[in-house]
């Protein structure tokens, strides 16, 4: 078996389309660029509102006509975020939550994945169904069950609801690297029995090396899902040092008024790592590094 | 005899590489969904001991409470409504960001910036960019000359305003197909154009049915989330005005956080579970007729 | 044994420590409550969950709160569960399920029926009776009595505010009209006279923009329609609780009032406005109601401002008092200390703080500390209701948070399509007779 990764070249066009083709291409480009400049202006605006309330005193928010540029700009504020709340001890806490829970779930959820998409088993499309329905029953309903289970395991105030259940996978995962998996050509699983290769050894050394954008979409996924889970934490945690980054910034909002500039500026730092993993991982989205052959 | 084998072979590493889900799934999963069946049918108040009340619940939501059926029906338009959309607008993103742009790393981060600000926080900063008076968003439509209507403070627009909104964290959906697309085999696309093919006819012969595996993902994913959405009625609106953004999770919620019925909430939630699973299954019968699998997936059928 | 001995013994060995290990701890033996011959016992530790009060410098004295108890009560380990104000609830009933409620919580007065009606609160009367250091007299009688759910006590008073009026001065004195703490000591401060001062301060002509309103109109039962509806003579529910009276003439009154101020007067804006941008802050509204919580953010605005009592309708001088609760889990295993920490919550020296972050005060002999928490000059209109008996609680009950859900789809009728309050106020109260009387 030979697999065979190549960049992707435009084959030569005849010489008498060359001009035409130039012209179809700028076209394309310009329709291209203008949408994707009037579609980033409107998402970004309440981004930059977000950004512009970080900025500015309690007395400047919400106020009309509205402020964009608040001056003096207040830096402080995202000083002052650090020093309201222990909100270094949040980042930490929330790096290692989601670092355990993200690792976790993309080994178990590619394995099970890969089950789904590619090997045939009796039982598989009743447990798959199964896996989707875990996602259906709202979790209001379960969060006291649930409660009690944990607290019987004495795990309450501990990190170890908010890990050990996600370390076996969840449900979105496992239908995401079902669907990537099954694009997959089928030709490179027999190619590699052929060859000798075992079901582990398909999984380990074909389909994952094959997968990258799959793999970097499911942690991209999952590192946002675990970052900003707000829910449990909230349930499971009682000492305040332990706190995660989503469940400490609910402490901005109180009972009759929310400090909005704090706030905001406390939400775009936290949303920082979510971005910087985000803008390294799609990078390793090249389209033309991919099979172009398979010979066996 | 070999195939036989292998066969064998198969069955026992199909079950042995789901084995970790289904540890999990029995250890955390299973037990808490038993007992909010069992709850389905109890009066419980949450503080003191659940009473076993028999399907009182489930006729009290079919005949005895028409805000079910309101809360089904808001929930229902919004998800019919906003997942197309999504799913649309995601495809269309993705291919436009899978274009040869500058400052590409920039551009995208910039489409998946809104899903990546969550919570509580954001869904009051849309609740003041809807501001019929003063908001950012009249005040846009004002500048092209459209008196805008009154958003979430009126039950005709309340609920289009939510599907608006929405559409702000299409850079999920983005996410996903722009993944998809670099599956797509290069030698698919110089096939195609060597025969001649127009790039619509490229998009629609080679493109959409190597990523169908995952516009379906989207699909499923979204009636799932869809029918759940929570917070942004939960914060914005509390289902009003007059009941128009009544979505089912923020009524269910309400009975059994406020109104201390977790009887009544359970049985309304394995209602909304079958809702669910009963779309997602005519979505994945039905699937076989658009997508493609690479893999053993149609060919086990279903 | 239950396994909250356990837990906590685990966590006083190892100072919170966490780990899977957790369950190895369980031979630890159960702590024992401080002996009865005065033999320094081992430490017990108490949970204590709160919402941190006005947001997030709400923890910062928490612990100046906490200092002086911790170093009088060495005995006692105070376990803090900080909880956002908007979760509290969730999570006090998930733990309460859970069979390990905090052993003392704030909980917000909206809920508290529901709690003490089910039995897991701990009564107090006992240990208030047996507890020189509690005196009733020290409380003002309304926010006493708030803690009290068929005929028992339930919790310690904690926060609370009446409801007054602020009002912006810059825009009272740029009009010309006279201040209303002035014709409120006059005896002049009537519905009437509010009406016309807000509609002297209205100014709509203009450009959007410029526009200033003279109030913005009450349209919530969670916000403070009560003082409106029992200024008329109206009241929410007959006195055994089982009948809405909302559509009686005076109750309707009250609605109407609110309701004219934005569809008739035109003096305050519409409800989807106030809801969505700070008027308040950029000095837009002439005068409006709110609660003492209100102060720390209004010491930002750069505008001067003031406080005065509710209006005089048809029943004379009359507000509202919503105050806060301090409650003991029945199920923890050492109330004594419980009731210790629940004691102090709502003590004088507790109270201080409380009210330097925004609350008003629930004590008699906390007045001068409330009345030097500075701006507003006129803080005595905070406890003068309460003194002088003329502050009104609001009838809750187990089922009040379902019943004023229920109304809001009404209440949209009436202040966003300005329908007919009575047409509108019939209808409602078969809705609202149906879930109290069970029905539903």
């Known amino acids: 078996m030979d697999i065979t990764t190549r960049p992707l070249t435009r084959p030569a066009a005849p010489v008498g389309w060359r001009t035409n083709r130039r012209l179809h291409y700028a076209l394309k480009m310009t329709v291209v660029y203008l949408c994707l400049a009037s579609g980033g202006f409107l998402v970004s605006v309440p981004f930059a509102w977000m950004l512009s309330t970080s900025l500015k005193t309690l007395g400047q928010t919400f106020v009309f006509p509205p402020i964009w540029v608040p001056v003096p700009l207040q830096w402080a504020n995202y000083v002052k975020v650090f020093e309201v ?33 590619r090997l045939r088993w009796r039982g598989s499309t009743v447990l798959f169904v199964v896996v989707l329905s875990t996602m ?73 090396p094959l997968s990258g954008p799959a793999i970097i979409t499911g942690f991209l996924f999952a590192f946002r899902y675990n970052w900003n889970e707000f829910l449990e934490p909230l349930i499971y945690l009682n000492t305040h040092s332990k706190f995660t980054l989503a469940l400490g910034l609910r402490l901005f909002q109180g009972e009759f008024t929310t400090n909005w500039p704090l706030l905001m500026a406390a939400s775009t730092i936290a949303m920082l790592p979510v971005l910087l993993t985000f803008y390294f991982g799609q990078r390793y989205f090249i389209q033309g590094v991919v099979i172009s052959g398979v010979k066996g | 005899m070999f195939k036989l084998r292998y066969a064998q072979l198969e069955e026992l590493y199909g079950w042995l590489f789901v084995t970790p889900w289904l540890f999990g799934f029995l250890a955390f999963i299973v037990g808490p969904m038993l007992v909010s069946v069992y709850l389905a049918f109890t009066n419980w108040d949450i503080l003191t ?63 998946y910036l809104p899903s990546v600000v969550a919570g509580v926080a954001v869904a009051l900063l849309w609740r003041w960019i809807f501001s019929p008076d003063f908001g950012l968003l009249n005040a846009g439509l004002d500048l092209v000359g459209i008196d805008g209507p009154a958003w ?95 979505f089912y999770m923020l009524y269910l919620y309400q009975n059994a956080f406020e109104f201390l019925k977790m009887g009544y909430a359970s049985a309304l939630a394995w209602v909304l579970f079958a809702y669910i699973l009963l779309l997602t299954l005519l979505v994945l019968r039905f699937s076989a007729a658009w997508v493609y699998y690479e893999g053993v997936s149609s060919k086990t059928g279903r | 044994m239950n396994s909250r001995v356990t837990r906590r013994s685990f966590l006083q060995v190892a100072g919170g420590g966490l780990a899977l290990s957790v369950l190895s701890a369980c031979a630890v033996a159960p702590t024992a409550a401080p002996g009865e011959d005065g033999q320094m016992a081992e430490p017990v530790t108490i949970q204590l969950m709160f919402w941190p009060v006005g947001g997030e410098r709400g923890i910062e004295s928490m612990e100046k709160a ?82 009290v759910w068929e005929g028992e006590r339930w ?57 200033v309103y003279g109030t913005m109109a009450d349209t919530s039962m969670w916000g403070g329609l009560q003082p409106w509806i029992w200024g008329a003579g109206g009241d929410e529910l007959n006195d055994d609780r089982t009948q809405s009276l909302l559509n ?101 020296e507790a109270d201080a703080i409380w009210i330097t972050n925004g609350g008003a005060t629930p004590r008699r002999d906390n007045t001068d500390v409330l009345l030097n928490s500075r701006p507003p000059e006129n803080n005595a209109y905070f406890y003068q209701p309460l003194a002088e008996g003329w502050a009104k609680t609001i009838p809750f009950t187990p089922l009040w948070v379902e019943w004023t859900r229920s109304l809001n789809p009404f209440l949209d009728r009436i202040f966003l399509d300005n329908e007919d309050v009575q047409t509108v106020m019939d209808e409602a109260v078969v809705t609202i007779d149906g879930i109290l009387q069970g029905e539903s």
């Open chain 1, 136 to 208: 259906m029953l709202p979790p209001q309903v379960t969060m006291i069950p649930k409660f009690i289970l944990f607290r019987i395991l004495e795990w309450i105030d501990t990190y170890n609801p908010l890990i050990v259940p996600s370390l076996f996978g969840t449900g979105f995962q496992i239908f995401l690297f079902r669907q990537f998996f099954s694009t997959i050509p089928q030709e490179i699983d027999e190619a590699a029995r052929m060859d000798g290769c075992s079901f582990v050894g398909t999984y380990a050394r074909i389909i994952l």
């Open chain 3, 66 to 147: 906490l200092e002086p108890f911790e170093a009088a009560n060495p005995d006692i380990v105070v376990e803090r569960l900080a909880t956002p104000w908007g979760d509290l609830h969730d999570k006090f009933l998930t733990t309460s399920a859970g069979g390990v409620p905090p052993d003392v919580s704030a909980v917000d007065n909206y809920y508290l029926t529901q709690f003490a009606s089910r039995g897991i609160l701990l009564a107090l009367d006992e240990r208030v009776d047996a507890d020189p250091n509690v005196n009733d007299e020290d409380y003002f009688e309304a926010a006493w009595n708030e803690g």
């Open chain 3, 248 to 348: 009686t003439p005076e109750a309707v009154a009250g609605y109407e009032f609110c309701q004219n101020l934005i569809h008739d007067h035109g003096v305050a804006p519409t409800r989807e406005t106030t809801q969505d941008v700070n008027l308040v802050g950029t000095g837009r509204i002439g005068i409006w109601a709110s609660w003492r919580g209100l102060v720390m953010a209004y010491r930002s605005y750069d505008y001067n401002w003031e406080v005065v009592p509710f209006p005089m309708g048809a029943e004379g001088k009359l507000t509202l008092y919503k105050g806060n609760s301090m409650v003991v889990a029945k199920a923890g295993e050492n109330l004594d200390q419980a009731w210790q920490l629940c004691k102090y919550m709502s003590s004088q």
């Open chain 2, 152 to 246: 979430l403070a009126d039950s005709r627009t309340a609920l289009s305003a939510l599907i608006l909104m929405s559409l702000w964290g299409v850079g999920g959906g983005m996410l996903i197909v722009l993944a998809g697309l670099q599956g797509v085999p290069t030698t698919l696309y110089e096939a195609a154009e060597v025969d001649g093919a127009n790039s619509w006819v490229r998009f629609w012969n080679v493109t959409l049915p190597m990523i169908s595996p995952v516009i379906l993902f989207q699909t499923v994913m979204g009636i799932i989330g869809a029918l759940q959405v929570f917070t942004e009625a939960y914060v914005m609106t509390e289902g009003g005005p007059k009941y128009a953004t009544l």
């Open chain 2, 49 to 111: 001991p659940a009473q076993m009340v028999g399907f009182d619940n489930f006729v009290k939501l079919t005949t005895g409470d028409p805000l079910v059926g309101q809360a089904l029906k808001v929930t229902t338009i919004y998800a019919g409504v906003s997942i197309p959309l999504q799913v649309v607008l995601g495809l269309i993103l993705a291919l436009l960001l899978n274009e040869k742009i500058k400052a590409m790393s920039f551009v995208r981060t910039v489409f």
């Open chain 1, 85 to 117: 709340l222990p909100f270094m001890r949040y980042f930490i806490n929330t790096v290692y939550v989601s670092g355990l829970s993200v690792a976790g779930t993309l080994f178990a959820s590619s394995l099970a994945g890969f089950s789904f998409a």
């Open chain 3, 155 to 211: 919790s310690m008073p904690y926060i609370g505010s009446t409801r007054v009026m602020y009002f912006n001065v810059d825009l009272f004195e740029a009009a010309g009209v006279p201040r209303p703490d002035e014709q409120w000591e006059a005896g002049e401060w009537t519905w009437d006279a509010f009406l016309e001062s807000a509609a002297a301060l209205t100014d709509t002509s203009g450009d959007v923009m410029d526009t």
